[in-house]
């Protein structure tokens, strides 16, 4: 029975804890009395806690985010009531600031605030008695900033089953130079890298074990073009079918040397998250966001234009000083440039990020609950907030999830992307009431009575388009409301097999190059 017990509540199961990992790789000689075991924020805190306490634990060491706090709340209040003695210790970024204001802190018996990769070990060697401690352990402790040539990777705890089934997190660095408001990556300065070559070498080891996606958590990837181009053409030289590599960029920095090495890569194996936020340059001055928009739309044109890159952009609704107008400027701005993804995202008053002193002046007003969702300010109310929070789902359904690849279009086909598709997301919400639980099926029959009937389209070259967009995913059958509109003979079936390596959200837009 391990005496220390790592454990989170991910989003989904394909999610691997890169923070437990981290812990884990860092215990040193307490490593063999530790043990992973994850969740899911759907099981219930009972489950969770039986199964925790099952292990006889001495130390629960307990990873909060914004989307686990409030059923890990729950599980906290549980083991101290069951069993008071086990010691439970709170990280993660939603318990590293403001933790004077709550409960879950209040509930635990510690939390470690910051990169605690180094300081959880000490705190365990301290508690279990191995290391003399100086006086009571604090019941919060802020880690102080690890030297990342101290810090053990760990990519050795990835077992077999996670490399098979789930994503795997690595970062090449941490922090950001940029001190854009609303996010919590503006706190962490200066930006340090781990040894290059070190990195490298656990890359390398992953890739002979059978791993093919990784996602890249480094905040500013190509903020040092060399070390971009050193990590990209180690992977490029051992490219394999599968291999699919998902990076965040800063959006105008993109030189030349770096462009040679990013066209060698097949369609579809890299993906960029390139955040925008928005193209209102008195919103970039407010929240404190430099960029480029000139280079940052010659750069989109690049990637689009010369490689196969599958680029995720975002937007981001209700930042101070932007308008419904405005925001509908940049939305079409940013369709014009072609990315396959526009992630619409809410703003989200995080804990310790210095957004909040707009509030005043901007008479923001934010829930008070987890994800911390903007619901109305003095340039947008409640029910046009509403509005905009349907639209950003409704994209994601048809616009982002490849499902509508040429159909999504024709929404705008005599006028503005964002004002047309708002259109057709209030249309949507009339006719569903809903936002969640729509089948594919009943989403597509409702998007073509919306281009026949409401924008009046004709039906038949309308039925084909849908039609092809349906087979695309790699689905034989013809929908019942599409026959009635289209020739005798089946359609000829289009689907991504001759991209089965590529995840398949990605694999329905590489489809259409």
Not at 111 to 135: H, M, N, P, V, Y
Not at 203 to 209: A, C, I, N, P, T
């Amino acid at each position: 029975m391990p005496d220390i017990v790592l454990a989170t509540l991910n989003a989904k199961y394909i999610h691997a804890s890169f923070g437990l990992r981290y812990l884990l790789a860092n215990l040193g000689d307490l490593r063999p009395r530790a043990a992973i075991v994850e969740f899911e924020i759907k099981q219930t805190p009972l489950e969770v806690v039986e199964s925790i306490l099952a292990l006889k634990p001495r130390i629960v060491g307990l990873g909060v985010y914004i989307w686990n706090v409030r059923p890990t709340l729950d599980v906290v209040a549980l083991l101290k009531r069951i069993a008071p003695e086990v010691c439970v210790v709170l990280g993660g970024p939603e318990v590293s600031h403001e933790t004077e204001s709550q409960e879950i802190v209040r509930l635990a018996d510690h939390t470690i605030t910051g990169e605690a990769d180094l300081e959880f070990a000490r705190f365990c060697r301290c508690f279990l008695g191995i290391e003399e401690s100086r006086g009571p352990l604090p019941k919060v402790l802020h880690a102080p900033l690890p030297d990342l040539q101290s810090v053990r990777m760990p990519y050795e705890e990835f077992t077999d089953d996670d490399i098979a089934h789930r994503v795997l997190y690595v970062e090449a660095s941490r922090g950001c130079p940029f001190r854009c408001e609303f996010c919590l990556s503006s706190l962490d300065i200066p930006v340090r890298a781990f040894p290059l070559e070190p990195f490298l070498a656990a890359m390398r080891r992953l890739l002979d074990r059978g791993a093919r996606q990784f996602k890249f958590v480094d905040r500013t990837f190509n903020l040092a073009p060399r070390t971009a181009i050193a990590i990209l053409t180690f992977f490029q030289e051992r490219w394999r079918a599968g291999l699919f590599l998902h990076f965040e960029m800063v959006p105008d920095r993109l030189p030349a040397e770096l462009r040679e090495v990013i066209v060698r890569f097949p369609p579809g194996a890299l993906q960029f998250e390139v955040g925008v936020q928005t193209f209102n340059p008195e919103v970039g001055q407010n929240i404190s966001r430099r960029q480029n928009y000139e280079r940052l739309e010659e750069n989109l044109r690049f990637f689009r234009r010369e490689t196969g890159v599958h680029i995720h952009a975002d937007l981001i609704v209700g930042l101070p000083g932007e308008t419904l107008t405005s925001f509908a400027v940049g939305f079409d701005r940013l369709v014009a440039l072609g990315p396959q993804e526009i992630q619409v995202g809410i703003l989200k008053r995080l804990r310790g990020t210095p957004i909040v002193r707009h509030d005043a002046e901007w008479q923001v007003i934010y829930n008070a609950h987890p994800p911390y969702e903007i619901l109305q300010n003095k340039l947008i109310d409640f029910a046009t907030m509403q509005r905009l929070r349907r639209f950003a789902r409704y994209w994601d359904l048809v616009g982002n999830s490849g499902n509508f690849l040429e159909t999504t279009p024709l929404i705008w086909s005599n006028g503005s992307p964002f004002h047309s598709f708002l259109k057709f997301s209030d249309w949507l919400f009339a006719r569903l009431g809903s936002v969640d639980g729509i089948a594919l099926t009943r989403l597509a029959e409702l998007l073509f009575e919306f281009l026949t009937g409401e924008l009046k389209l004709p039906a038949r070259p309308t039925a084909e388009t849908l039609g092809r967009d349906y087979q695309r995913g790699g689905r034989h059958d013809t929908p019942a409301f599409l026959r009635e509109h289209l020739p005798a003979a089946a359609i000829a079936a289009r689907s991504s097999g001759n991209r089965p390596s590529l995840p398949k959200r990605q694999a329905r837009h590489a489809d259409l190059r």
